[in-house]
């Protein structure tokens, strides 16, 4: 955590780190002086360790407008299938598209490398006769980071 942090806080990035308050005890598997380091990069907070977490990030995540990126390991199916109907879980799906960076490969002392956050929605595409259809051989459900491995173009014959 601290390495991650630290490597963001070199970008001059506004951060918040939200954990519970069992990082902070004594003989816990977080060291007290990495998270002393950790406190003077980023902003920090620490809820009860009985508490949910992700209701907080996502508050802080939405709160934060639209530029804001979180990452997490956490992939929120759980708040996803909370959501009222599919119109709104697809919403979510794209929100936390665009903003949940994931770590695809870091090693202590190297740089961090991120999946790549499209610019474009990867759900079908459609424009006058033409349809860009993302797909992947496996039948698979993606997690939301994860973007399409392929993409099938139709076009209607005139």
């Not at 530029?67 to 959501?83: G, N, P």
């Not at 936390?96 to 740089?111: C, E, M, Y």
């Not at 790549?116 to 006058?128: E, M, N, P």
Request: glycine fraction near 4%.
């Amino acid at each position: 955590l601290l390495g991650v942090v630290s490597q963001l806080a070199k970008q001059n990035l506004r951060l918040l780190v939200l954990g519970r308050k069992h990082m902070l005890r004594q003989g816990s598997r977080w060291r007290r002086d990495e998270m002393e380091k950790l406190q003077k990069q980023a902003s920090c907070f620490f809820a009860d360790n009985i508490s949910e977490d992700d209701p907080f990030l996502l508050y802080a995540a939405l709160h934060s407008g639209n530029h804001c990126k979180f990452i997490t390991k956490d992939l929120m199916r759980d708040h996803k299938a909370c959501l009222p109907d599919a119109k709104t879980q697809r919403l979510f799906f794209k929100w936390q598209q665009g903003h949940q960076l994931a770590i695809i490969n870091w090693l202590p002392g190297s740089k961090i490398t991120f999946q790549h956050i499209l610019s474009h929605d990867t759900v079908v595409q459609t424009t006058g006769d033409s349809w860009h259809i993302p797909y992947d051989e496996d039948l698979v459900e993606r997690y939301s980071y994860e973007v399409p491995t392929k993409w099938l173009c139709l076009h209607r014959k005139a």
